[in-house]
């Protein structure tokens, strides 16, 4: 198809288009040459500091178990499952809610015995004596830094309601995000001290804050305690409550913040 336009124009929409070009090149230069120039460090001093906050555990969570011995699998899940639901029974009563209970694990496996070995006759062939099972179950109680008296009443009424394992109690803090962030505030504060200190020494003064960042901390994990060896697991007699102490735990925070400096 023939050029329709006149050839003085088509060279004059060229010129016109060479030179936008050669304009938008020149401007995103000089945009860049701004950013580069925006973003040149200002003299800056960085320093750590730390924060910490003390609180009382508030959540017990406690491993229960029942063990039963039967000759049949039949017999001995009737007998785990009866005694378990006992303890459950107990459990709430103490005014435990539903969703703080949990059933951990359910095992059910033979026991074995082996023939006399007679020196010389080889190995006993292994038979099925009886059969085996436990069930572990957790359960939470809230509001130990109040009182420990349900904590105690569960640890004492389960084992004489059935319970003949006790695998220990965990204290820790239910909702220590706020208690966090009270530990990162104060590490931000003594970082803030500590840079005032050295500007101050070098002459310079302090300006705004440039950047943080958090180097290490959180709050620690549920903390084992260790019951008393005197409470009895099953047997005729009564078992004796432990004297629960819940202690306090420490929430560190160590927060690395970079200051301006004039």
Avoid at 126 to 142: D, M
Avoid at 149 to 163: F, S, T
Avoid at 209 to 237: K, Q
Avoid at 244 to 250: D, F, N, V, W, Y
Wanted: proline residues 4%.
């Amino acid at each position: 198809m023939e050029n329709i336009l006149p050839k003085w124009l088509v060279n004059g929409l060229g010129g016109l288009l060479i030179v936008f070009v050669a304009l938008l090149v020149v401007q995103q230069v000089y945009n860049f040459n701004q950013v580069v120039k925006n973003q040149k460090p200002a003299n800056t001093i960085s320093v750590t500091g730390e924060g910490k906050v003390t609180a009382v555990p508030d959540l017990a969570t406690v491993s229960l178990g029942v063990m039963s011995q039967a000759a049949t699998a039949t017999d001995v899940k009737n007998q785990n499952d009866k005694k378990v639901n006992q303890v459950i029974a107990y459990i709430k009563q103490q005014g435990i809610a539903d969703k703080d209970i949990q059933t951990q694990q359910l095992n059910l496996y033979p026991q074995q015995s082996y023939g006399v070995i007679v020196p010389g006759g080889g190995g006993g062939v292994p038979t099925i004596s009886g059969y085996q099972a436990n069930q572990t179950v957790t359960v939470k109680v809230h509001g130990v830094d109040k009182s420990q008296d349900v904590l105690n009443k569960i640890l004492d009424g389960a084992v004489n309601n059935g319970a003949n394992e006790v695998d220990g109690v965990n204290l820790s803090i239910e909702n220590p995000d706020a208690l966090q962030q009270q530990a990162q505030t104060l590490a931000i504060a003594s970082a803030k001290t500590k840079a005032q200190a050295l500007a101050q020494a070098a002459g310079l003064t302090l300006g705004k804050v440039t950047s943080v960042s958090e180097n290490s901390g959180g709050y620690p994990g549920p903390v084992p305690y260790a019951l008393n060896s005197a409470m009895s697991l099953g047997g005729a007699a009564k078992s004796v409550a432990p004297d629960i102490q819940t202690g306090s735990q420490e929430i560190d925070e160590t927060m690395s913040v970079t200051f301006e400096v004039k």
